[in-house]
């Protein structure tokens, strides 16, 4: 699925905590469907809502969600500003340099969004044509590789799915480049869009933390135990309407990445 920390959402886990004394502050890109977004009431939802709640609630710890812009997790994460940070985060090697991540929980892609009515089938047709990501993104980082190949006239940036989105309607960009579940979801009943595209990136996300965070090793423990009893797996079930596949890294144990 941003540099500066817009006004907190929040939300703890017992109504008893007062939000300002949180044990862990929890940075989120919210309306970054299915991960993290508001539902009907202005509550915040989703899969990974859920998944950082249940670590909470099993190290005994209540926890606040703030709303930061995608490309400001990385720098609140550094300053300290937040303990954790979700947004359907991809781990890089480049990001290792300066964070840290707990084991990966979710395999994914990038997905080329067109129009339906526009006719490209695909990258080839996005050739003179302007493409929006969401700015810092590996669809970002992608897209930018990949400027002259394709032939992209020019690529917009945009804080979010939803801003996105709603230009592609409009005609104001010619196709989106970003996280394929995440699109796939906000588009389940949005026929006027299409995905024309699956982008092999071999991406895996997970939550991202300052590195020597001490409470990683406990985070990484109770996700481990987590996949072992399903709990995962029945979160991957509720928010996507789907078995995870046998052998991801939704299901399956893994090293904690370095």
């Known amino acids: 699925m941003k540099a500066k920390l817009l006004a907190g959402i929040a939300m703890t886990m017992a109504a008893s905590t007062p939000s300002w004394a949180a044990d862990w502050t929890v940075g989120a890109n919210v309306g970054n469907v299915p991960w993290e977004f508001q ?14 709640n249940e670590i909470a609630k099993r190290a005994g710890k209540s926890v606040e969600f703030v709303n930061v812009p995608f490309n400001g ?29 707990a084991q990966p929980y979710y395999d994914s892609d990038q997905s080329l969004t067109v129009l339906a009515a526009s006719k490209i089938e695909g990258l080839d047709g996005m050739s003179d044509k ?9 669809g970002d980082m992608w897209a930018e590789k990949h400027r002259d190949e394709h032939g992209f006239a020019k690529i917009s940036r945009y804080e979010g799915l939803s801003p996105a989105m709603l230009d592609l309607g409009s005609g104001r960009i010619d196709g989106y480049i970003s ?4 699109v796939l ?8 869009f299409s995905v024309v595209s699956r982008i092999p990136t071999g991406e895996r996300y997970s939550m991202m933390h300052a590195k020597g965070w001490d ?16 709990v995962v797996g029945e979160l991957h079930s509720k928010w996507f309407g789907a078995n995870a596949a046998e052998g991801s890294s939704t299901l399956t144990v893994a090293d904690v990445p370095h």
Do not use: C, H, W
């Open 215 to 230: 409470k990683a090793e406990e985070v990484n423990s109770i996700i481990s135990t987590l996949k072992k009893e399903g």
């Open 130 to 138: 302007v493409v929006g990501v969401d700015t810092g993104s590996t």
């Open 179 to 182: 996280d394929i579940p995440a």
């Open 73 to 101: 997790l990385f720098s609140a994460v550094q300053s300290g500003r937040v303990d954790i940070a979700i947004s359907s985060i991809t781990i890089t090697p480049k990001r290792l340099e300066s964070v840290g991540f």
């Open 185 to 192: 979801y906000y588009i389940k009943d949005k026929p006027q």
């Open 39 to 52: 539902d009907a009431k202005g509550e915040i939802v989703g899969f990974e809502v859920d998944l950082v």
